[in-house]
């Protein structure tokens, strides 16, 4: 697979890690074309027109606290010219860029993935209006829980997106951003009908089909590598009047790996079944540490009775009895609600004060070879026999992503920058800390990887990853070819060429041309 990657400028044995690319004098000469251009920023030690709620701490603590990085400088802009002149100013003096929509990078990149870089925070971009054409124009630092609720206010519509209110648009959406109504509407990236955004020269652009396609194509999947998005234009959908919402817990399903094997494969065949399975339907299987299996999910638009008739018993038929079962109809937010996990809907500007300590792998499976009854029986081993004894709580959700009518997949595959539109299964292992703080043990990381490892069997090649659920273990020659894919990925260089030759947007996964320039962050 390696092999058959060819790269249009330079082989990108690219970095794994970076020297900070600040010294004394670029620190200041950063600060001083700030002040001068009047754009709101702090460091450590000083400040220019930032209010009260922030301060350094609240600024640059990281949503994942087992990996933190410190930037040289934090700006606040309220306008996309202060976020030009952010770009300029750190680009003149030599200052890795990184935008900060929510800050939940898995990977801490939203502080730069380095110490010593700038970080452009979005939390003053907030703002949502639905125009008559049912395009909601959405700053980069709004929240999804608050941009649910505004978009059903104004007009009762909706978007695909992720299940965390906390979650900031400005990441989220440009680099896949799946939930339960992604089988039905794509993936929140395939919402966006335009972007405003600045580039790494500084200048303030649209982009869509027609105007700068080429940033368009690269923003809807890499946004990190190419530009500061200060809005979006996302095309909104009239929200379901309700959506059945499903739940089976599992239990038994833990006492024996060869049987649940079994119904996974038999789980594979059904999701193709066209007489049982439409794009209404999604759903996931959950476990952790404490023996639970859940499979649970949505049907948007459904009937409760008929789905919990017809087609509920044949997504757990292979399973052992259920302990139990819960089909009940909701209503469009009532049903995002209750997906968040007792996180509130509406939250603050600022003030934002959920964290975790967690390490996390992703596995991305194509649907033209799905999982085999050995793969899944290696899997289910591991989780019996070492799950209850791992050093710290974990857990395991597999959601479906392809299957019968899936949007995700009905997406043309080079028309955005995310590459995974083969998908069936994306499988995310998770772990934390006990008290959700510092320090984590390094051998929960040994676990999660060694769980990874019984579906990949050491051919880590052969499987995609999700971007959004960053993981820094993996080096950027790594990203590239289970993230984007050669095609992809090679388009992507020849854009960065042209829109960023300097990487000035950079983390230690971006898209960069030359070893070189990599070497020299």
């Excluded at 209404?280 to 499979?295: A, D, E, K, M, P």
Aim: aromatic share 12%; proline share 5%.
């Amino acid at each position: 697979m390696l092999q058959s990657i060819i790269f249009t400028t330079v082989l990108f044995s690219i970095q794994t890690s970076f020297a900070s690319s600040h010294d004394s004098i670029s620190f200041i000469q950063a600060e001083k074309c700030l002040k001068a251009h009047h754009v709101p920023y702090q460091t450590r030690t000083s400040s220019f027109g930032i209010s009260d709620h922030n301060n350094w701490t609240v600024l640059t603590t990281p949503y994942n606290r087992r990996i933190t990085w410190e930037p040289a400088i934090v700006t606040l802009p309220f306008t996309p010219q202060q976020v030009s002149r952010s770009v300029t100013c750190a680009a003149a003096a030599g200052l890795k860029i990184q935008a900060k929509s929510g800050g939940h990078s898995y990977a801490s990149f939203s502080n730069g993935g380095q110490d010593g870089s700038l970080i452009v925070n979005m939390q003053n971009f907030n703002t949502i209006n639905l125009n008559e054409d049912h395009i909601a124009k959405v700053g980069a630092g709004v929240r999804l829980g608050n941009l649910d609720l505004e978009l059903y206010d104004q007009g009762k519509r909706a978007l695909p997106h992720g299940v965390c209110p906390g979650v900031g648009a400005g990441g989220h959406f440009t680099h896949g951003g799946y939930g339960y109504a992604g089988r039905l509407w794509g993936l929140a990236l395939d919402s966006i009908v335009g972007l405003d955004l600045v580039l790494a020269n500084g200048s303030y652009v649209h982009a869509n089909l027609t105007h700068y396609p080429d940033i368009y194509f690269a923003m809807r999947g890499a946004a990190d590598s190419f530009g500061v998005v200060t809005s979006f234009y996302l095309q909104t959908r009239p929200a379901p009047s309700s959506v059945v919402t499903f739940t089976a817990k599992i239990p038994d399903a833990l006492k024996n790996a060869s049987l649940t094997a079994d119904a996974f494969v038999k789980l594979q065949k059904t999701v193709y079944d066209t007489t049982l399975i439409n794009a209404n339907i999604s759903f996931s299987v959950y476990t952790n540490q404490r023996g639970s299996f859940t499979l649970r999910g949505w049907c948007i638009e459904c009937n409760a009775t008929n789905f919990e008739r017809e087609i509920f018993p044949n997504l757990f038929k292979g399973f052992p009895h259920p302990a139990s079962l819960n089909v009940i109809s909701r209503g469009w937010i009532e049903s995002l609600t209750r997906l968040a996990d007792g996180v509130p809907m509406s939250l603050p500007l600022y003030g934002y004060d959920y964290f975790d300590t967690f390490y996390s792998k992703s596995i991305v499976t194509q649907e033209t070879k799905p999982l085999s009854h050995e793969q899944w029986r290696k899997f289910w081993t591991f989780v019996i026999k070492n799950g209850t004894a791992s050093p710290s709580p974990w857990n395991t959700i597999i959601d479906m992503y392809g299957g019968r009518g899936s949007q995700i997949n009905a997406v043309v595959k080079d028309s955005t920058a995310f590459s995974h539109r083969d998908s069936l299964w994306v499988i995310q292992n998770n772990a934390n800390t006990f008290n959700h703080e510092p320090p984590f043990s390094e051998s929960i990381i040994t676990f999660i990887d060694d769980l990874t490892n019984t579906i990949m069997d050491n051919r880590p090649e052969e499987f995609g990853i999700y971007l959004n659920c960053a993981d820094p273990s993996l080096s950027a020659t790594e990203v590239a070819i289970r993230g984007y894919g050669p095609d992809t990925y090679n388009r992507l260089l020849s854009i960065k060429q042209k829109a960023d030759p300097y990487s000035v947007f950079w983390n230690p996964q971006t898209v960069c041309i030359t070893s070189l320039l990599c070497e020299q962050c």
